[in-house]
């Protein structure tokens, strides 16, 4: 795995994106960076074990290098799933193709907001939904709800706001000094937290639980949160 160090460099002065630099250190920028990272890709596996049903869609919606594709289609294993992956990312498809070329699952370049979703019973949002513009996220959420079979599940990972200043602060604060642990220095950090300004765009767990009653979702528990990340299990 090779070793994230792009923000030693002045780089992405127009914002974060998905482009090469990221991709060639995804896998450990993305381990460093997201408290519970891992644990989010075995309850993937664990839930797609639980839900996965026989001849259904498995789709893992900004799939980057397919790492939870990969736990879905283990956790489905034997049920004659189709387990796809879908990214806009060209360098990222490119790269998740790759690794994946001796897989039984299919990698997607396009948008997730063009994905036709059908015949699902499982779906991943995993640190995914915060990148999509606000306004088209109840669309996209209701658009998944409408592609589940009735007992599916969406799973729903992201990077939280707090409504109190001061705890959102703090949580901040937690995650910087996670970063920090993780061999980031603090002009990395504090690069990176200029770059994805206004790409990245948290919201609270409340609006998250607010927006999954609004698309029709019948029940909806947080199962994981560790500072300012969290996931959702939601269920059609
Ligand atoms: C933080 S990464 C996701 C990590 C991945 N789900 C995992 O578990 O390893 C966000 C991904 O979402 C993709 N993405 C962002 N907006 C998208 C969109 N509108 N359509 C498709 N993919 C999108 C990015 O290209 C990027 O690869
Ligand atoms: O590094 C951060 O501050 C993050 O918010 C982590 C985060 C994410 O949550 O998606 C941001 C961009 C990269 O995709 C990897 C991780």
Known sequence: MKHDAIYTEAIHDQGFTFDDKVVSVFADMI??????????LQMVELLAHRYAQQDSNLFDLGCSLGAATMALSRGSAGRACRVIGVDNSPAMVSRCRQMLCDEAVEIRCQ?????EIDNA????LNFVLQFI???????LLEHIHRGLRPGGILILSEKIAFTDAEENKRQIELHEAFKRA???SELEVSRKRTALENVLIPETLTTHH?????????AASTWF???????????K
């Open 31 to 40: 381990s460093r960076s997201v408290p519970g990272y891992a644990q989010t």
């Open 111 to 115: 948008d997730i907001l063009d994905t």
């Open 121 to 124: 019973s499982v779906v991943v």
């Open 133 to 139: 513009d606000v306004q088209q996220r109840q669309i």
């Open 182 to 184: 993780h061999g980031y």
């Open 210 to 218: 607010q927006r999954l009653g609004d698309a029709g979702f019948s």
């Open 225 to 235: 949160q560790c500072f300012n990340f969290a996931s959702i299990i939601a269920w």
